[in-house]
């Protein structure tokens, strides 16, 4: 078992930033891939950015690509997502995964472990 706790978040103007964080307890936090999710009101879950075990590799939607970077300190065991240039859309609850199978980073099927979320609210 993994257990995950984001923090982060809040009430941020449109061009601002903020920083998450997800910090993990439980089984060995480096042997897993980790991904950021998020989900707005009356839509689905959908993906935001991964990475890998040691942060070799990074993946992005489309949509954040160039604004969100995701980074990881596995001796502090978290993983963080820095959100720059915020817009209105970005409003949503955000979410950390471990990944644990699967064959995309893309897809919330192959992540198992989930965090409980934290509010991101980006105002005009």
């Known amino acids: 078992q993994v257990q995950l706790v984001e923090s982060g978040g809040g009430l941020v103007q449109a061009g601002g930033s903020t920083r998450l964080s997800c910090a993990a307890s439980g089984r060995t936090f480096s042997n897993y891939p980790m991904g950021w999710f998020r989900q707005a009101p009356g839509k689905e879950r959908e993906f935001v950015a991964a990475t890998g075990w040691n942060a070799g590799s990074a993946f992005y939607a489309d949509s954040v690509k160039g604004r969100f970077t995701i980074s990881r300190d596995n001796a502090k065991n978290t993983v963080y997502l820095q959100m720059n240039s915020l817009k209105p859309e970005d409003t949503a609850v955000y979410y950390c995964?471990?990944?644990?199978?699967?064959?995309?980073?893309?897809?919330?099927?192959?992540?198992?472990?989930w965090g409980q979320g934290t509010q991101v609210t980006v105002s005009s």
């Open positions: 995964a471990a990944r644990t199978g699967g064959s995309s980073y893309y897809a919330a099927t192959s992540y198992s472990y």
